[in-house]
């Protein structure tokens, strides 16, 4: 799933594909705000992604399964 993250003071979003489900992410942004913590996401290649909380302005959950493009078999 791609997410992507908008923060405060930041001309660009920040792009992260994840195999976190939407539910997931959205229950660690809540932790880390309630918190005041960083917010963890770990991409499809196993890096890192780190971002204050606080800091967060927006974050939009794109598709949990992506449609296949071409020609190929279903």
């Not at 992410?25 to 917010?39: N, P, S, Y």
């Not at 967060?56 to 279903?74: C, H, M, N, S, T």
């Amino acid at each position: 799933m791609e997410i992507k993250i908008g923060i405060q003071h930041v001309a660009r979003e920040l792009a992260v594909d994840t195999t976190a489900t939407a539910a997931e992410v959205e229950a660690d942004l809540r932790k880390a705000l309630a918190d005041g913590t960083l917010i963890a996401l770990t991409d499809e290649k196993g890096r890192k992604v780190l971002v204050p909380a606080d800091k967060v302005a927006y974050i939009d959950l794109g598709q949990e399964k992506a449609r296949p493009v071409g020609f190929g078999a279903v």
